[in-house]
């Protein structure tokens, strides 16, 4: 611990350039440094008075209550500043318990030799308290109590823990890194819509977003009686006499005209009215008794998106080079480590772009995260190492600096193939035959055992993939890629676009999809096409391949899976 404060002091010198300002937020009470720029300037700053704020990780009192020794974390970083409070300062029985919140104004003063750190601070006003009931407190436990899995219970807490901090930092890290990565090769970010008519991937496990059912419910609360329709016919039949007398009388059409306008009024109530009246457990049914979607709010059925591609290559058939980074939907009823119902998707798409360049672009795309994170945010990275995946700095590293391999996927079902022949493995699924799509086993093998790298698999069955995949020479294969890392499996997945609005229509058809929904995608093909390529990156994956966290429930904030939502 000696050793490393006298690191942090010797990073005074480097620091001496700072100023108090490089280390403030300038936007909160007092202008609170940060407590991880703070720790970092080490003794930069010794004798300033600064204002430090965040929640109390462990507190204890000394010499008989005269003093507290309050160890805070702002979640800057993994580790704490140890501020000093003395008994005429403050209440120190509110300062002292576990998740109480504390801004306090103080003198910063060199620590003992002995201690891990530099500096700590000796307060000398509190100008915020926020009490915690330490007995209460859902996650004032033990590291050892505080697993993941409870922690998912306490969503609203467990980013108070220092792991959830730490994954939420590399997240943040990524995200940043995604944008710059995009913008330095001339990309530009479109928002790709939530809400959709189409289905990009043809699963068919799509969340429906409609009005219908609130609607149905407000009926079923309320229904409508035949009363209810008997007066809205009487009205109807009392303004039509109102209206036929004025005809009588010859009346000129400005009197006339708001006697027409109220029976029109009242002609489409009943009509709505009766409608409603006649809706099968309140929804409104076609005459062959389907649902009658025509009736609700954007008149066609809709979804949530399961993803954004299909719009970025609108973009990119006239802007060249696009991404889109958001939030995409599956209601797959999966309670796997793997599957979210929320996730967030990064999807570039090129023109002018083949399978070559795809692959290219997505290898960079994935070297330049890891080193994002070695580079800002390693400290996070060995804290997270140190309590789970022991190997998670080295693979990050690897993937860094290393070139990928390729295989086509015809080569590498013979390669498995070979290796159960000979013994070499044995999988849940060894019926290993050209066709079939791969499963995680066989791609977490082929990345950290047969290659032990970063690996790319092209060129795979055009009946294992999706409909917008450019078909080969060969009729048998699209142009499809995968990117599989070791300890993961399947990171990316892309490919080449079919450009050809024949073989796109075709597809389309083959896949029982209607063409009609997507007469926009085959327009783009029949007026100036381009060969055009992309990928999509489930960002979660992405942080659990880097940070080595087994349950993707744990490296998104707030988990959207079946039977849980906050």
């Given amino acids: 611990m000696a050793a490393a404060a006298s690191e942090a002091r010797g990073e005074a010198q480097a620091a001496g350039s700072l100023s108090l300002a490089d280390i403030q937020h300038p936007f909160t009470i007092g202008e609170r440094v940060v407590i991880d720029k703070l720790l970092k300037s080490g003794t930069a700053f010794v004798g300033q008075t600064v204002v430090a704020g965040g929640w109390v990780k462990t507190g204890r009192t000394a010499d008989k209550g005269a003093f507290a020794f309050l160890e805070v974390n702002d979640g800057s970083c993994p580790a ?44 000398t006003e509190v100008l915020f308290a926020g009490s915690s009931e330490g007995k209460t407190y859902p996650i004032a436990k033990t590291r050892d109590a505080l697993s993941l899995e409870f922690l998912r219970s306490v969503i609203h807490f467990r980013v108070r823990t220092q792991t959830i901090a730490a994954i939420t930092r590399i997240r943040n890290t990524l995200a940043a890194a995604t944008h710059e990565f995009f913008q330095k090769n001339g990309f530009l970010y479109v928002h790709s819509p939530v809400v959709t008519a189409s289905d990009c991937e043809g699963a068919g496990e799509m969340f429906q977003l409609t009005t219908l059912l609130s609607e149905a419910d407000k009926l079923l609360k309320a229904p409508i009686t035949p009363a209810e329709i008997e007066r809205l016919q009487a009205e109807v039949s009392a303004q039509g006499s109102a209206v036929k007398e004025l005809k009588t009388a010859k009346v000129d059409k400005p009197t006339l005209q708001p006697a027409l306008d109220e029976l029109e009024r009242r002609k489409v109530t009943l009509k709505n009215t009766q409608d409603l009246m006649s809706r099968v457990g309140g929804l409104p049914h076609t005459a062959e008794g389907s649902i009658d979607y025509t009736k609700d709010f954007f008149g066609k059925p809709a979804f949530l998106t399961v993803s954004g591609q299909l719009e970025a290559e609108i973009y990119a058939c006239a802007l060249t080079s696009v991404y889109t980074f958001g939030p995409t939907f599956r209601a797959e009823k999966s309670h796997t480590t793997r599957h979210l119902a929320e996730f967030w ?222």
């Fill in 80 to 123: 704490n500043l140890q501020v000093i409070v003395s008994a005429d300062v403050f209440d120190l029985s509110i300062l002292t318990s576990t998740g109480a919140s504390v801004l306090v104004k103080g003198v910063l003063v060199e620590s003992p030799k002995d201690k891990k750190q530099a500096i700590e601070l000796k307060a």
């Fill in 345 to 566: 998707m990064i999807e570039p798409e090129i023109a002018f772009c083949d399978l070559e360049g795809n692959m290219k672009c997505a290898e960079q795309y994935v070297r330049y995260c890891c080193q994002a994170v070695l580079d800002r945010s390693l400290e996070d990275l060995q804290f997270l190492a140190s309590r789970g995946d022991k190997g998670a700095v080295d693979r990050v590293k690897q993937v860094a600096t290393s070139a990928f391999a390729r295989v086509s996927y015809t080569e590498a079902i013979e390669l498995l193939q070979q290796h159960i022949k000979e013994g070499k493995k044995e999988f849940k699924e060894m019926n290993v035959v050209w066709g079939i799509d791969l499963q995680s086993e066989h791609e977490r093998y082929l990345a950290e055992e047969v290659y032990k790298c970063p690996l790319i698999v092209y060129n795979y069955p055009k009946e294992i993939k999706s409909f917008y995949m450019r078909l080969n020479e060969d009729g048998k294969t699209v142009a499809a890629m995968d990117v599989l890392v070791p300890g993961v499996g399947e990171l990316i997945g892309g490919s080449q676009r079919e450009e050809r609005a024949d073989e796109l229509e075709k597809r389309i058809e083959s896949a029982g999809l209607n063409k009609e929904t997507y007469s926009w995608y085959l327009d783009l093909r029949r007026y100036g096409t381009v060969p055009h390529s992309g990928f999509g990156l489930g960002f979660e994956r992405l942080i659990m391949f880097t940070t080595g966290i087994e349950n993707i429930r744990d490296v998104i904030p707030f988990p959207r899976y079946p039977g849980h939502i906050l």
